[in-house]
């Protein structure tokens, strides 16, 4: 990812909206690949997910710090293009098999149940996850909420 397109990206940003930090967030896409990134973020851009998971082990492989209330991230689409931010507003880390109804909903995929959001994350964290357990039953799993800040036109 291009620096200069960040930091444009997030100038843009803060001028529309002036609460942010200065500093340049983390930027990253949701999901496995163009595709999923792109379709994800159109949810997110929908007004539709507005929260997501991950494996709290993938936090400690990737040297990456588990997301706080307050957090900003720079969300960028399938082609690494900056799109939105969104600022985390909820943290909870429960077992895979305690993520509730609600956190399901929330995410906005499929048909937004918690069977869908369980069969779809078993099979995300089976072929994705980066630390070497992949997916367990009883597998810590990061719940964030969050709210979207800016998007670009």
């Known amino acids: 990812m291009d620096d200069t397109r960040l930091a444009d990206f997030w100038a843009t940003a803060r001028a529309a909206e002036p609460s942010l930090p200065p500093a340049v967030p983390a930027a990253w896409a949701f999901g496995a690949g163009p595709a999923q990134a792109d379709d994800l973020l159109a949810l997110v851009l929908a007004g539709v997910k507005?929260?997501?998971?991950?494996?709290?082990?993938?936090?400690?492989?990737?040297?990456?710090?588990?997301?706080?209330?307050?957090?900003?991230?720079?969300?960028?689409?399938g082609r690494?293009?900056?799109?939105?931010?969104?600022?985390?507003?909820?943290?909870?880390?429960?077992?895979?098999?305690?993520?509730?109804?609600?956190?399901?909903?929330?995410?906005?995929?499929?048909?937004?149940?918690?069977?869908?959001?369980?069969?779809?994350?078993?099979?995300?964290?089976?072929?994705?996850?980066a630390h070497p357990a992949g997916f367990r039953p009883d597998m810590p799993v990061v719940c964030e909420r969050f709210r979207l800040v800016f998007a670009a036109d």
């Open 50 to 77: 507005t929260a997501t998971a991950s494996a709290l082990d993938d936090y400690d492989v990737d040297g990456e710090p588990v997301p706080r209330a307050g957090d900003a991230s720079i969300v960028l689409d």
């Open 80 to 129: 690494d293009r900056p799109r939105a931010v969104i600022v985390t507003s909820a943290v909870e880390i429960l077992p895979f098999a305690e993520v509730t109804a609600e956190h399901a909903w929330a995410e906005g995929e499929g048909d937004r149940s918690l069977a869908h959001w369980r069969a779809v994350h078993e099979d995300f964290w089976r072929a994705q996850a």
